[in-house]
């Protein structure tokens, strides 16, 4: 167990739909990071929110955004969503806002089907 | 980020060791070498990183060369569980982030 908790575990929805994916991230973490998997596409970076703020930024489609809340859990924001959208997405978190020596733990994913 | 490159696929009896290379030819002084597995489709699982030194740990062992332009990963006693697609991944100063590549993929047989 990462101590990083994800939800929901799993989510189907239809096109056009809009959907918001939850993350905690361990006791003590400052940052969170949002990763999407697809088949083809391997695990791409999505955001990373640092203590509130957004701190770098990835792939991400302009439907979709991020925040990152006082008690610094943070949720991914996902809308007008395409089958394409149907992907593995993870959380991740480290203690600091994402040095060369921090490592990431990871959540164990929401699986997204849009049908 | 330095890239990596990993062979595809990997193969490993149960209870050998299993050594998996990552090369990292660009390399620069300040940037970490890590790796991660990821066991079907759960979340990627830290192993081990490490910047010029050998490093061990509870999962694995970290070889460097000295040039650091390549590295190995060391699951000394490979079981079932290990099964996984392993990444290798360099990581500098200023990437908030991991960028993960297609790793390998390693199986490993009864």
């Known amino acids: 167990d990462s101590g990083v908790t994800q939800t929901p575990k799993h989510l189907i929805t239809a096109t056009g739909q809009r959907v918001t994916l939850r993350c905690s991230p361990r006791s003590g973490d400052l940052s969170v990071y949002w990763y999407q998997q697809s088949l083809d596409q391997g695990l791409q970076f999505l955001i990373q929110?640092?203590?509130?703020?957004?701190?770098a930024k990835g792939n991400i489609l302009e439907r979709f955004s991020a925040q990152q809340f006082p008690d610094l859990h943070s949720e991914l924001n996902l809308s007008s969503l395409e089958l394409g959208d149907s992907a593995l997405y993870f959380c991740a978190s480290s203690p600091r806002e994402g040095w060369a020596n921090e490592k990431l733990f990871f959540g164990s994913g929401t699986q997204l089907s849009v049908l | 980020d330095a890239k990596t490159t990993q062979p595809t696929s990997m193969d490993c009896a149960e209870g050998r060791a299993a050594n998996l290379p990552c090369n990292h030819s660009?390399?620069?002084?300040?940037?970490?070498v890590y790796w991660y597995r990821q066991i079907h489709s759960q979340g990627p699982q830290y192993i081990i990183h490490?910047?010029?030194n050998n490093e061990t740990n509870e999962m694995a062992s970290l070889i460097i060369t000295e040039d650091r332009k390549s590295s190995t990963l060391i699951l000394p006693h490979a079981t079932l569980r290990d099964t996984a697609v392993y990444y290798c991944?360099?990581?500098?100063?200023?990437?908030?982030?991991?960028?993960f590549g297609t790793g390998t993929r390693l199986t490993v047989i009864p």
């Open positions: 929110y640092y203590n509130g703020e957004e701190r």
């Open positions: 991944i360099v990581r500098g100063t200023g990437a908030n982030n991991l960028f």
């Open positions: 490490g910047l010029k």
């Open positions: 660009t390399i620069s002084g300040n940037e970490y």
